[in-house]
């Protein structure tokens, strides 16, 4: 069976600047839900890559179940951000590097 994860790339808008703590702590509490609901395997931030804040790495049953995801994220749902997202499939041990 293939195994998939949803790659969210977050992009700054034009009122990214204008991110309140308020919306930082919201936007960190739905990165703590998403973590408890077993949804995130890898989130950051990026350095020098103009326009674009950070990503997460999901784990979802399907691209919609991602996707519901990713527009509940309160810095996308606010405005201050939107989102691409890309479907990944691991190579690894368990798949021998999908050979």
């Not at 949803?6 to 309140?20: A, D, G």
């Not at 703590?32 to 804040?53: E, S, W």
């Amino acid at each position: 069976m293939e195994k998939w994860l949803y790659v969210m790339f977050i992009e700054k808008t034009k009122t990214y600047n204008r991110l309140t703590k308020a919306a930082v702590e919201r936007h960190v509490e739905n990165l703590r839900q998403l973590d408890d609901g077993g949804h995130i395997a890898l989130a950051g931030v990026f350095k020098g890559y103009p326009g674009v804040a950070g990503m997460y790495i999901l784990k979802a049953d399907s691209l919609e179940e991602a996707e519901a995801l990713c527009q509940r994220e309160p810095l996308v749902a606010e405005g201050f951000a939107t989102y691409k997202l890309k479907p990944l499939q691991p190579a690894n041990r368990e798949n021998n590097y999908l050979l």
